[in-house]
């Protein structure tokens, strides 16, 4: 614990926001690993995959913030109290999110609430959910032939339903909407009554990065039913444009993984690879 100018004043320790990427511990950056593994507390939220906080040291103190439909089992007041309390024990803290911490991860806020304390704040960015599953998909987010706008969306964003949704998606755009399978069948009536084309290539991608991931097509006006029939469930990003209509189909990225496996096999003398 540092002590500033030899009196009582303790010198609070830095917050590491850190994103922990869409899942796949591959995908953390060196910086986030390493300092995941040297903390001595982590504050994490709920899509952290269990193979990222297993790289926690043994004796690190892991703090669970997870947030279920826009309800955290810790209000975010009491995240940034939390946080800063934490620091001014002169503990090493990371506060480990989902994707990136300024995609929809509220990372904004707490380093606001850091800066305000007097609190050293860094933050290490990490693949966001877009950018991982949509990679992991073979799904392009633009497109030279396709696409040449992207747009991050929150399906569950308060007041969205009352805005003009028709410049989001269509010819020559991409729209990716977060948390929005509880309420797809509505975002597709949304963008259909504002003038989108019901005939728009839709992608749902189902915990991107990870094992189970799941890649699904269809048209918007089918978005709401396909939701419902395949039993989709967060997280999973919808992918709205053209460019959905590059995206592997689950049984089409089953047989690329089945086929990389087998040559990769031989190449290392039968074994498969992981």
Known sequence: MAICNGMDDII?????????GPGDPDLLTIKAARLIGEADVIVHDGLVSDAI?????????????AKQRSRHSMPQDAINVL???LAREGRKIVRLKGGDPFIFGR???????????GVPVEVVPGISAAIGSAAQAQLPL??????????FVAGQCKGLSDQDWSGLAGIGRTLVIYMGVATAADIADKLIADGVSPALPVAVLENGTRPEMRTLRTLLADLGDMVV???????????VGEVAAHALAHDMLDACR?????????????????
């Open 229 to 239: 029939r395949e039993k989709i469930v967060s997280p999973a990003l919808i992918v």
């Open 107 to 117: 990372g904004g806020e707490e380093v606001d609430a850091c800066r305000t304390a």
């Open 83 to 85: 946080l800063i309390d």
């Open 12 to 20: 609070p320790a830095t917050v590491f926001l850190v994103g922990a």
């Open 53 to 65: 906080l297993a790289l926690a040291s043994p004796d690190a103190e892991l703090i669970s913030v």
């Open 258 to 274: 089945a086929l990389a496996n087998t040559q990769e096999g031989r190449a290392t003398g039968g074994k498969r690879v992981e």
């Open 142 to 151: 633009t497109h030279r032939a396709a696409s040449s706008a992207v747009t």
